[in-house]
């Protein structure tokens, strides 16, 4: 357990490192940088600002001067936000970004699951035409048109919700439901197929024969078996919305880490780029290594490496 | 013959399928005796597990549906069971084990929780009592340490040792009636004797009746007292297992005494019955059996009724027709002759 599990860190900091070099190779090849303006700077101001931030320096010792950074914590300072550092910028917007995600995630799940049980349940009965529809919307509406049409119920028309900004609970609803939708019409329709699976197996019957409760055929003998691929989607899912979201950040001015994935792209704000890529990749990799060790609890058959 | 457990009468089950109304059973009638073991065989698709399961109450549903019949067991009809009621005696006082050891136990729970369910189920003991009880079944169907096992996932366990657990779990609660569906077919040799052996013992010592469907006339030999024969949703034939293969009544049985492998045929080819069995979904009006039947007839195209013949015998051809020309056992003793 503890060898495949070491195995296992060294592997993903080894996808780290690919990751940022990749990274790092891309920024650098597209066009322009982050003082290219359209009025162009006098050439002796360019020199002077590339000189402080080191930009001028050789790429390879670029790229070595950022591991020797990375490698003490350090993400470097913005380009574009003056005396802001990006360990800043993620101190400042994670936790936003993670809160909203955090309602909505919980919300998929607690949503997501049940339905797509209700589902596989009550297959081609009318909850699960219900369920299969509203999972279809749910899916197919992009979460801007459903933040609208939130923002017009709630906000606009029932006034009972604020309609844009952060700062106490009632700010978290709706943006938490916008950006809830298509995680939960996924995780229903997820659970409802291996759900539809898992009910066809033979020790589905076996527990039949028995004479075991429905429920609790559905509670203890196949909702285990069927969480597996819910929890593979889960993983990725976490770490994405966890990072925050650009349309619905935007759409409801939330001071999240989501606007910097595309501003600073745009800006081509270096640092900023390769920190929150940084950040993002660390939390992904993260979650796929939680994700590995759920499925050893969720299904005794899986066992780690290094073991029979 | 003793006063009957389970009486089925006029069993039919439909299916529901994309293709149409698939007539699983057209007609299925027997009765059973207490502590007796009586197998059912036949070829896949002729109703035998539909038999067990319709009885048992988990013909799933839809597809499936009861259309008419009636099971009666302890005074009840278990036919006309609410779900409740019918999950009380299911695992209880009836209960089944299945073919395929490997896929029938779920393989994210404990043998201990899947084995003590029963118990608490249907006996309300408590989790430390039905682990006892739990480990006591597993000594009877031979597994020593049971204690260790109970801890275990069913892939720790080798096929023969989950056969075990599922005939232990199907016990847990001393059934009067056991289904055993193809319980060695998943199993190699030796284990298959070993399993047969301890149905057998279980059987004897806890008065159990057993309903075995296997399509291995070798076990029913070896095992059963009473043999009913089924073909395309209906029994063609019921005897005592030494009347059936010294003189089988009905051509069907005839034919697969016939494709069994015998060692004082050897070096001859082995018979088989020509043909596939009928669509059901469009079963034919005559007999079932008549396009591969060897002794065809005219009156053929009329489907024949079970008739009640000596000893405990029932055969559904025309040619056990009390009133039929032909003596039905020379025409078949002829027709048995290579």
């Known amino acids: 357990m503890f060898k495949s599990i070491v195995g296992r860190i060294l592997s993903m900091l080894l996808v780290l490192w690919v990751i940022i070099t990749v990274t790092f190779v891309l920024m650098h090849a597209i066009p322009g940088g982050p003082f290219t303006a359209e009025k162009a700077l006098p050439e002796a101001v360019m020199k002077n600002i590339e000189a402080r931030y080191r930009l001028n320096d050789p790429l390879p010792k670029q790229y070595a001067d950022y591991w020797a950074n990375l490698l003490r914590g350090d993400l470097g300072p913005s380009f574009k936000y003056e005396s802001r550092s990006v360990n800043e910028i993620i101190a400042e917007g994670f936790p936003v970004s993670a809160e909203l995600g955090l309602v909505a995630v919980t919300l998929s799940v607690l949503i997501g699951i049940p339905a797509g049980m209700a589902g596989a349940l009550y297959q081609n009965r009318w909850p699960d035409h219900l369920v299969m529809l509203l999972a279809t919307v749910g899916i197919s509406v992009p979460s801007f048109i459903l933040a609208t049409l939130l923002i017009f119920c709630f906000a606009l028309w029932l006034r009972i919700l604020p309609a844009a900004m952060w700062g106490s609970p009632e700010y978290v609803i709706l943006p938490a439901l916008a950006l809830a939708g298509m995680p939960t019409a996924f995780i229903a329709r997820l659970t409802r197929s291996s759900m539809l699976e898992v009910l066809a197996q033979d020790y589905i019957r076996t527990a039949r024969a028995k004479g075991i409760a429905p429920f609790t055929i559905l509670w203890r003998h196949a909702l285990k078996n069927a969480l597996l691929p819910v929890v593979t989607y889960l993983g990725p899912m976490i770490a994405a919305i966890f990072t925050g979201s650009f349309v619905i950040e935007s759409i409801f001015a939330i001071p999240g880490l989501g606007r910097h994935f595309v501003t600073s792209i745009y800006n081509r704000d270096y640092t900023v780029i390769l920190g929150i890529t940084v950040f993002y990749s660390a939390l992904l990799v993260l979650m796929n290594f939680l994700v590995d060790l759920a499925y050893l609890w969720l299904d005794p058959r899986i066992k780690p490496e290094g073991e029979d | ?338």
């Open chain 2, 1 to 338: 013959m003793q006063p009957a457990l389970l009486t089925v009468n006029n069993l039919h089950v439909h299916f529901r399928t994309y293709a149409g109304t698939v007539q699983a059973l057209r007609g299925v009638d027997f009765s059973l005796a207490a502590g007796e073991i009586v197998g059912i065989v036949g070829e896949s698709g002729c109703g035998k597990t539909v038999t067990a399961s319709a009885i048992m109450g988990i013909i799933p549903s839809p597809p499936g549906q009861i259309v008419s019949g009636e099971a009666w067991f302890a005074g009840r009809d278990l036919l006309k069971l609410s779900e409740k009621e019918s999950r009380r005696l299911r695992g209880n006082k009836l209960s089944m084990i299945f073919q395929d050891p490997m896929t029938s136990l779920n393989p994210v729970l404990t043998i201990g929780t899947q084995l003590t369910e029963p118990f608490i189920e249907h006996q309300s003991l408590s989790q430390s009592e039905a682990n006892e009880r739990a480990a006591e079944l597993l000594k009877l169907v031979g597994i020593a340490d049971g204690a260790t096992r109970l801890k275990q996932y069913p892939h720790q366990l080798s096929g023969g040792m989950r056969q075990r657990v599922m005939i232990a779990m199907s016990l847990a609660c001393n059934p009067s009636l056991l289904f055993a569906d193809e319980p060695t077919t998943a199993l190699d040799v030796t284990v298959q004797a070993q399993i047969l052996d301890l149905l057998k013992r279980l059987n004897r010592e806890l008065n159990t009746t057993l309903v075995l469907i296997t399509h291995d006339l070798g076990v029913v030999a070896s095992l059963c007292q009473r043999v009913l024969v089924m073909y395309a949703g209906q029994i063609v034939e019921s005897a005592p297992v030494h009347n059936l293969f010294a003189e089988p009544l009905h051509p069907y049985s005839l034919g697969l005494l016939q494709s069994v492998p015998r060692p004082d045929f050897q070096g001859k080819r082995l018979l088989a019955i020509d043909g596939h069995p009928p669509d059901l979904l469009i079963p034919p009006s005559g007999c079932t059996f008549l396009p591969r039947c060897r002794f065809a007839m005219q009156a053929c195209l009329e489907a024949p009724p079970l008739f009640d013949l000596a000893e405990n015998r029932q055969s559904r051809c025309w040619l056990n027709h009390p009133d039929s020309p032909h003596d039905a056992r020379v025409a078949l003793a002829i027709g048995g002759v290579r």
